[in-house]
């Protein structure tokens, strides 16, 4: 009895949704859309009902991507041999997205101390990626300072932003701190917007010098890419050397367990303004590079959206984990180039892939990766 | 000369009297025991000591400084460290990592000799990694060095929160229940092992429920039941005492 009526539960179950949704909708739309709807919904119900029973039952081997790639550091100098020929191989587009995507790497590099490395999850990132922009952008318009003097001092002030923030923040955990950084990141976009008179608001500031080596500008392609390149190899670097340090182990142990990191002598407070001011340095780097590249800054580069496409370059390549960032940014940097043949769907096939990623590797494709024995 | 000096703490929470009016001395190189029914106020005690809570009342002297109401990291900067009741391992780190992280404090180098990595970066990251591997060795962990933390038995996890309390060169360790979901096997190897510590030189505040652990190991007792200290006293004078029979057992009624 009892499993005859769950049965008919089941089988009923999506007759009377749709009939309900079809009912909702006849004053609207008429009989003849109703009765669409009806069928439309009594087909579909059941079929993602198989659909999510069916992802239930598939297990992908877990593959650790890890393995793929060799420990041993000595090898590394070789990978500079494929990039460095890449100028000499590629055409300018190529080098062009190849640049963003060093460009991306640094700015996720820096995310990633946030979120991966400290746990603090934060939704305006791309906040520091514009006061780093602006900051070059105007200091040089108007200063006259060029890149290698002005970048270190953009760079300061988006660190200094960076502990700002973080002065009210530190207070907030989880799904607070995720709305004040959401918010952050809104006012400092919508600052650069309004604040006509010194930022030329939705206009931008254009005629930004390129960096110079002594007296060669540094504004061909290839020319900026080896400079990206250099700076991206300096950013790993740096960071996994602060990863495999104290202050790295502090920020995994917060993330890990805020209280337990207390107990054991953590200041978890100055640790995680450390966390912030790092995090903001990298993404100020970023941003004077961009603005550098572009030549032209203007408050539409620095959407919500960007953070979202820098959040998604951490989840992808696995939180905390710096190669499968690096990965992360190169694949989100040149998936939606490489499926620009589909136009319009591009970015739905994107989307559909990370949903799917997702679903089957949660952990994003490298994460596990042990903190300071494998330096 | 006591290393751990309560005066008079309490600590309510509204109106409810979680620990109320407590004082206790504990000597150096003792071990000590907090024993009570469920609800008692022990780990609202150990949380006052440990800096989680803030006393409401009262002070907590620690070698001769009163650390009432500091930070945790503070309190641990200082020598007192502890286990959890619910183990709170460090758990995506692997076992070696967990204790080289209760070694914070003890790191000088700052950021830039660690980019630069420079020679006296490496020489204290080799000791603090020697030093773990001893405090694993202590506890018996050794071959599970490079294990992920969260991946180990229950038994294996609790020995190794002891391990990373140890880690921070604390010279008073407060256990919260040690042996909590241990079979008798397990259960006699963390006695020896507390005795152990207290023969290195520490001092250990315990609570426990398991009365063979707190009767077989513990020099000194104290009993609280609501909040209050009902008792105090060696193992042989606590098993005497009505109250405490009172307080496990209920009041004999006819």
């Known amino acids: ?375 | 000369m006591y290393l751990l000096e309560v005066k008079a703490l309490s600590k309510y929470f509204g109106g409810v009297r979680a620990v109320e009016d407590v004082s206790f001395n504990t000597q150096s190189r003792t071990i000590f025991s907090i024993i009570g029914p469920n609800g008692a106020g022990k780990t609202t005690l150990f949380n006052c000591l440990t800096g989680f809570l803030k006393p409401t009342k009262g002070n907590i002297i620690f070698s001769d400084k009163d650390i009432s109401g500091s930070s945790p990291d503070k309190i641990s900067r200082m020598g007192i460290s502890r286990t959890f009741q619910n183990i709170r391992l460090f758990k995506e780190m692997t076992v070696i990592e967990n204790v080289m992280v209760a070694q914070h404090s003890k790191i000088r180098c700052g950021l830039l000799s660690a980019i630069i990595r420079s020679p006296s970066f490496k020489q204290e990251e080799l000791t603090i990694k020697e030093k773990s591997f001893e405090y694993l060795e202590l506890l018996g962990l050794e071959n599970y060095k490079d294990n992920i933390a969260g991946s180990l038995p229950y038994g294996i996890q609790r020995k190794l929160e002891i391990a990373r309390a140890l880690a921070t060169e604390a010279s008073l360790v407060l256990l919260d229940e040690p042996t909590a979901g241990m079979n008798p096997q397990e259960t006699e190897e963390m006695m020896t092992t507390i005795k152990n510590l207290r023969d290195l030189g520490k001092t250990v505040i315990l609570i426990e429920h398991d009365m063979r652990v707190v009767m077989g190991i513990s020099e000194r007792i104290i009993v609280l039941d609501h909040g209050v200290k009902i008792a105090e006293g060696s193992p042989e004078e606590i098993k005497n005492n009505p109250m405490v029979i009172e307080a496990y057992l209920g009041k004999e009624t006819h």
């Open chain 1, 1 to 375: 009895m009892k499993k005859l009526l769950e049965k008919t539960r089941k089988y009923l179950m999506p007759l009377i949704i749709a009939l309900w949704f079809s009912f909702l909708l006849l004053p609207f739309k008429g009989i003849k859309a109703s009765a669409f709807l009806f069928i439309v919904l009594s087909l579909a119900i059941p079929a993602m009902q198989l659909l999510s029973n069916f992802i239930k039952k598939i297990h992908l081997p877990q593959i650790d991507f890890n393995r793929y790639i060799p420990q041993d550091k000595r090898y590394l100098p070789l990978l500079l041999i494929p990039l460095a020929a890449v100028p000499f191989l590629a055409e300018d587009y190529i080098i062009d997205v190849a640049i963003m995507s060093g460009i991306y790497i640094i700015l996720a590099l820096g995310l990633n101390v946030v979120i991966g490395f400290t746990g603090l999850l934060n939704l305006g990132f791309v906040a520091f990626y514009a006061i780093g922009a602006y900051s070059y952008a105007l200091i040089n318009t108007n200063l006259g300072l060029g890149f290698w003097s002005a970048m270190p001092i953009s760079v300061l002030l988006t660190t200094i932003s960076g502990f700002l923030l973080a002065i009210p923040a530190m207070r907030l955990k989880g799904d607070y701190l995720a709305i004040v950084t959401l918010g952050f990141g809104e006012i400092v976009r919508l600052i650069f917007n309004n604040w006509d008179s010194f930022t030329k608001g939705p206009n931008g500031i254009s005629g930004i010098d390129p960096p110079f080596l002594f007296i060669l500008p540094i504004d061909s392609l290839p020319d900026f890419y080896y400079l990206v390149l250099l700076l991206v190899i300096i950013s790993v670097f740096i960071m996994t050397r602060v990863k495999a340090s104290k202050i790295g182990r502090a920020w995994i142990a917060i993330r890990e367990d805020e209280i337990a990191s207390s107990a054991v002598g953590i200041n978890k407070t100055l640790h995680k303004l450390y966390s912030f001011a790092f995090g903001a340095f990298w993404a100020g780097l970023a941003g004077c590079l961009f603005a550098a590249k572009m030549r032209f800054v203007s408050p539409e580069s620095f959407t919500f959206m960007e953070s979202v496409l820098v959040l998604c370059m951490v989840i992808l390549g696995g939180l905390g984990s710096i190669r499968g960032v690096i990965f992360g940014a190169i694949i989100l940097v040149f998936l939606p180039e490489a499926l620009r043949e589909v136009q319009m769907y591009r970015m739905l096939a994107l989307g559909a892939g990370l949903v799917l990623l997702m679903i089957f590797r949660p952990q994003g494709l490298f994460r596990g990766e042990s903190v300071s024995t494998r330096s």
